[in-house]
């Protein structure tokens, strides 16, 4: 277990990653921390400032770190101002005698370098003679991934509540990292284990509360880390290490509803607000990884093996780019700087979504009805950065090749997630598809809704007119969530236990029409249920959007009926 965190914390950055790491660790160690790491404003070589009582010489102390990336060599030695020996230097000379508040003046020194690599051969030697030479000062010390990692499965995986299940499960998690069938469920036996959860997300008898909770929220979000960071090797399956990210985000979010007010607002201040920001920093590098093939004309698909695969892998990377750039678009920012910041990060998203649409012929062919999900996703994502056009134009072709499908009976998108009904009834491989796969839809139902949101009142008539005689056996229909909602969006698909569903839908001739049922359901109580969001409340929308993704809920027509009447008609 030393070893794969040791991997892991070679991996990660100094800025807003190891640093956030530290302070958790600190405080399981007896330290409070005093200064955490700020952006922006000078601090004189400490980079996390805790005090507390060194369990193991018993001194009060004062702990100064200095938070370097990677290995330390020669250059990070003694090269400029940002280097080791600087930063040590600028402690004595401004941070240990000016800076020091009076509570302080009287405790021990002690100076930390933490870094997530080691210190080289070729600088030891000088490390040695300068702790000695300066040793009447401060105690100093170097902590490199090693020395990080044991005290990490000392005082944050200890025996009390890392157990050996868990440790197994992580080990086998990480060896089948590889391989993008995995289901990850020995990663998901170690969330609930941790997280006090049985298999229907409900509490079992023995509960952690308090700070014992609050430890449980940082193993799981550590064990998802180090299994994401995992995947970024080169034999690894990246798309691995974003689900079990959003998978560890989400489930603790379920649990920290289901504890006590005081323990919630700790958690959402503490472990999970790590949490939020590890699927923040995981989701860009996932973006890098995926944003070249986006710009080559089928390369996100040229080694699929059929149709039905290409549409598969298309509609799910459509549905994954378009949630991370509403989770950016909806990320609460507490300056104009830092909100222009996360809106042009969404813009970046955008930009790769756009192009993926148009270099990928099959993001016009939906092969499961579910992939509904993904084109309100990226509808929603492309109205709200103002790509109207592109939204138009890609919706136009969504309805002229699903329009095809349910008249010639071939390419259907299903409403079973049965690869061998999509292919052996489907229409996706030859012969036609069955009565059976053309039963429902809720593909026609997103299209007609779009159509009307985006001003496309031609479009919807041809479609009302179309479903009334060319395929009048399907059975139209969409999902209304209820009350319970949030009892189940953060862990499961919710739609099997919570909402109603409105069907048969019959589509009126005039967009008009649609129009007035679509604000009547916004207006009703159906609607007024997205206001109880637990996660809206703290502004964190885009952790929604994220759920309805990542378990396959639909997403309740509320949520996008929003955006009518926001677009000249």
Not at 497 to 511: K, N, V, Y
Request: glycine letters at 6%; hydrophobic letters at 40%.
């Amino acid at each position: 277990m030393k070893l794969v965190i040791s991997e892991y914390l070679r991996t990660l950055k100094e800025r807003d990653e190891l640093d956030r790491l530290l302070p958790d660790l600190l405080l399981e160690m007896g330290y409070v921390p005093v200064a955490r790491p700020q952006t922006g404003n000078r601090q004189y070589g400490v980079d996390i400032a805790a005090r507390g009582k060194n369990k193991e010489t018993k001194v009060d102390e004062l702990l100064l770190l200095v938070v370097k990336q990677g290995d330390i060599g020669r250059s990070e030695w003694d090269s400029g101002n940002q280097s080791v020996r600087q930063s040590i230097n600028e402690i004595f000379d401004v941070s240990s005698k000016s800076n020091l508040e009076p509570q302080d003046k009287e405790r021990s020194i002690r100076i930390v370098v933490a870094t997530g690599g080691d210190l080289k051969q070729t600088v030891q030697e000088n490390w040695k003679g300068f702790v000695s030479n300066n040793q009447d000062k401060a105690c100093i010390e170097f902590w490199g991934a090693d020395v990080i990692a044991t005290l990490i499965e000392k005082y944050l995986l200890d025996e009390h509540i890392f157990l050996d299940d868990d440790r197994r499960d992580l080990r086998r998690a990480l060896a089948l990292s590889g391989d993008s069938e995995y289901d990850r469920q020995d990663l998901h036996r170690l969330f609930m284990r941790t997280l006090d959860l049985n298999d229907n997300g409900e509490l079992l008898d023995k509960l952690k509360t308090g700070k014992a909770l609050l430890k449980a929220l940082r193993i799981v979000n550590l064990s998802a880390q180090a299994f994401a960071h995992w995947t970024l090797r080169d034999d690894g399956d990246t798309r691995q290490g974003l689900f079990a990210v959003e998978q560890a985000l989400l489930w603790s979010w379920h649990r920290i509803q289901l504890a006590d007010e005081k323990t919630r607002n700790d958690a959402i201040a503490g472990p999970f607000g790590a949490m939020w920001w590890g699927y923040y920093r995981f989701a860009a590098q996932y973006f890098a990884r995926i944003q070249p093939y986006c710009f080559v004309e089928n390369s996100l698909t040229r080694f699929a093996s059929n149709g039905v695969e290409a549409s598969l892998i298309t509609f799910e990377q459509i549905g994954i780019l378009a949630s991370i750039a509403l989770f950016l678009g909806f990320h609460p920012a507490s300056t104009e700087e830092e909100k222009n910041s996360f809106f042009n990060d969404a813009g970046e998203v955008i930009n790769a979504l756009e192009a993926l649409l148009n270099n990928n012929g099959v993001s016009s062919s939906p092969c499961l009805d579910r992939h509904s999900q993904d084109i309100t996703l990226a509808l929603f994502a492309l109205f709200g950065m103002g790509r109207l056009e592109t939204a138009k134009e890609w919706l136009h072709k969504l309805f002229r090749n699903v329009d095809y499908a349910y008249k010639a009976k071939k390419f259907i998108p299903i409403a079973t997630d049965s690869l061998d009904d999509l292919v052996e009834e489907g229409g996706w491989l030859g012969g036609q598809a069955t009565d059976r796969m053309m039963e429902m839809s809720w593909t026609l139902a997103t299209i007609a809704g779009w159509s009307v949101i985006l001003g496309m009142d031609d479009l919807y008539e041809v479609l009302a007119e179309n479903v009334k005689d060319a395929y009048p056996n399907v059975c139209i229909q969409i999902w209304h969530p209820e009350k319970d909602l949030y009892q189940y969006l953060y862990f499961q698909t919710a739609h099997f236990d919570s909402g109603a569903t409105e069907a048969p839908i019959h589509l009126p001739p005039t967009a008009a029409e649609y129009r007035k049922q679509m604000n009547m359901i916004r207006e009703s109580d159906f609607g007024k249920i997205l206001f109880d969001s637990p996660a809206a409340k703290e502004q964190l929308i885009g952790l929604d959007l994220i759920a309805y993704r990542h378990f396959q809920t639909p997403i309740p027509p509320s949520v996008w009926y929003s955006l009518l009447n926001n677009v000249a008609i």
